[in-house]
């Protein structure tokens, strides 16, 4: 159990540390992180409170430098390496009418070129995983014909396969909607699974837990994927309305728990496929903290992934099944319901002495003037409006 609790590696996103806000105002806080640098040492600073963080997703252009080399080598100095790289497809000005999926032919050449870069970046750092996301859809009904918009997008979409070298894996994330509010190219998780079916083994989809709509039940969209052996990813984070990109289980950590429910199950799948599929799920976060601190925002998401996924490693497996086969309902429910109520923490903490950290990451981080100091060296920029690394 202890094992199986520190096994499981969270990646934290560098564009989690930087100032963020909404389309209303993007409140600058003191010490958050300026550059990548201080993005990877935020990053580093999680890692040794959790001891689970060892990777850091980062997002191009924003986190573009000249030497990668030397960057790779500065996060190995921060206890951290770069995790997924993300393309970013929606914040040029040619991408108004999307990017892969774009009418204009010399668009589509561009996106398809940022992907290519991405995967060279990729190679460079060490990751292997390049993670795509695409803004693209339409506002209006009639805007661009649905089935070209789709065709234009698998065509860029084999081109990028082709040039992944072995080992490198493409993850497809879906969202339902926004920045397009009629349609969006890739919308859901059937629409990016036929897709990966498409494009070969290596593509597989990535799952953000605040790309569904109210009441979507994403906990069976995950045992579907992973039943079908194609569950490559999380983007976590939690929602209320929208897309919100708040603490991951701070809503719903009872979503949270049936999600990881999952997963513990398929991990232990008879069917290699599926077990094996679970086994190299890649768990990222996907946040942005616009009125809480930064790096105590990321550490308290890295425990509520623990504490979710510790009490799923709780439930009785074989009294579900057994639940389930008579059909009793009720006691079923209940197994679930027992595992959910109990109590995590001590668990955790032993989980923590082991790897020799602090058994309380917050308290720790909150006695270790790190919050003063990065406040103290890096300041605070000027307020703005605007998207994280704009
Ligand atoms: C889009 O909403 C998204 O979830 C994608 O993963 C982007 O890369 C990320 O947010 C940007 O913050
Ligand atoms: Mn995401």
Same mark, same amino acid.
């Given at each position: 159990?202890?094992?199986?609790?520190?096994?499981?590696?969270?990646?934290?996103?560098?564009?989690?540390?930087?100032?963020? &806000?909404? %389309?209303?105002? #993007?409140?600058?806080?003191?010490?958050?992180?300026?550059?990548?640098?201080?993005? $990877?040492? =935020?990053? !580093?600073?999680?890692?040794?409170?959790?001891?689970?963080?060892?990777?850091?997703?980062?997002?191009?252009?924003?986190?573009?430098?000249?030497?990668?080399?030397?960057?790779?080598?500065?996060?190995?100095?921060?206890?951290?390496?770069?995790?997924?790289?993300?393309?970013?497809?929606?914040?040029?000005?040619?991408?108004?009418?999307?990017?892969?999926?774009?009418?204009?032919?010399?668009?589509?050449?561009?996106?398809?070129?940022?992907?290519?870069?991405?995967?060279?970046?990729?190679?460079?750092?060490?990751?292997?995983?390049?993670?795509?996301?695409?803004?693209?859809?339409?506002?209006?009904?009639?805007?661009?014909?649905?089935?070209?918009?789709?065709?234009?997008?698998?065509?860029?979409?084999?081109?990028?396969?082709?040039?992944?070298?072995? &080992?490198? %894996?493409?993850? #497809?994330?879906?969202?339902?909607?926004?920045?397009?509010?009629?349609?969006?190219? $890739?919308? =859901?998780? !059937?629409?990016?699974?036929?897709?990966?079916?498409?494009?070969?083994?290596?593509?597989?989809?990535?799952?953000?837990?605040?790309?569904?709509?109210?009441?979507?039940?994403?906990?069976?969209?995950?045992?579907?994927?992973?039943?079908?052996?194609?569950?490559?990813?999380?983007?976590?984070?939690?929602?209320?309305?929208?897309?919100?990109?708040?603490?991951?289980?701070?809503?719903?950590?009872?979503?949270?728990?049936?999600?990881?429910?999952?997963?513990?199950?398929?991990?232990?799948?008879?069917?290699?496929?599926?077990?094996?599929?679970?086994?190299?799920?890649?768990?990222?976060?996907?946040?942005?903290?616009?009125?809480?601190?930064?790096?105590?925002?990321?550490?308290?998401?890295?425990?509520?992934?623990?504490?979710?996924?510790?009490?799923?490693?709780?439930?009785?497996?074989?009294?579900?099944?057994?639940?389930?086969?008579?059909?009793?309902?009720?006691?079923?429910?209940?197994?679930?319901?027992?595992?959910?109520?109990?109590?995590?923490?001590?668990?955790?903490?032993?989980?923590?002495?082991?790897?020799?950290?602090?058994?309380?990451?917050?308290?720790?981080?909150?006695?270790?003037?790190?919050?003063?100091?990065?406040?103290?060296?890096?300041?605070?920029?000027?307020?703005?409006?605007?998207?994280?690394?704009?």
């Amino acid at each position: 159990m202890i094992d199986r609790i520190n096994a499981l590696r969270v990646e934290t996103p560098s564009w989690g540390y930087g100032n963020s &806000g909404t %389309r209303f105002k #993007v409140f600058a806080q003191s010490g958050a992180a300026r550059t990548i640098e201080e993005k $990877l040492s =935020d990053a !580093g600073m999680v890692n040794r409170l959790t001891g689970v963080c060892p990777s850091v997703a980062i997002h191009i252009p924003w986190d573009r430098v000249d030497d990668w080399d030397s960057l790779r080598q500065f996060a190995a100095g921060q206890g951290v390496a770069i995790g997924a790289v993300n393309p970013n497809l929606f914040q040029d000005d040619e991408y108004m009418l999307g990017s892969l999926g774009n009418p204009s032919a010399a668009t589509r050449i561009r996106a398809v070129n940022h992907v290519l870069e991405c995967i060279e970046i990729a190679k460079r750092v060490g990751s292997s995983i390049v993670s795509l996301w695409l803004a693209d859809g339409t506002n209006y009904p009639g805007q661009d014909d649905l089935r070209s918009r789709r065709r234009r997008m698998r065509a860029c979409l084999r081109e990028i396969y082709s040039a992944l070298p072995g &080992g490198l %894996r493409l993850l #497809v994330e879906y969202k339902f909607f926004e920045p397009g509010f009629y349609s969006t190219d $890739l919308p =859901d998780w !059937g629409t990016a699974y036929v897709i990966c079916l498409e494009l070969g083994l290596q593509a597989e989809v990535l799952v953000d837990t605040g790309h569904h709509a109210q009441g979507v039940n994403v906990e069976q969209i995950v045992a579907q994927l992973l039943d079908v052996g194609r569950l490559g990813g999380f983007h976590f984070n939690a929602r209320k309305y929208a897309d919100d990109d708040l603490i991951v289980g701070s809503t719903n950590p009872f979503e949270l728990f049936l999600i990881f429910n999952e997963l513990v199950a398929a991990e232990d799948d008879h069917d290699a496929a599926v077990s094996g599929c679970a086994r190299k799920v890649a768990y990222m976060i996907d946040q942005s903290h616009n009125i809480e601190p930064k790096v105590e925002a990321m550490v308290q998401s890295v425990i509520n992934i623990q504490t979710a996924h510790a009490k799923a490693l709780l439930v009785d497996r074989s009294r579900l099944r057994d639940a389930q086969r008579k059909g009793d309902v009720l006691d079923a429910h209940r197994v679930l319901l027992e595992a959910y109520e109990s109590d995590a923490r001590p668990l955790l903490h032993e989980a923590r002495r082991r790897l020799g950290i602090d058994v309380d990451p917050i308290a720790a981080l909150r006695t270790s003037g790190y919050s003063d100091r990065i406040a103290r060296e890096r300041g605070k920029a000027a307020s703005t409006s605007g998207y994280p690394g704009a």
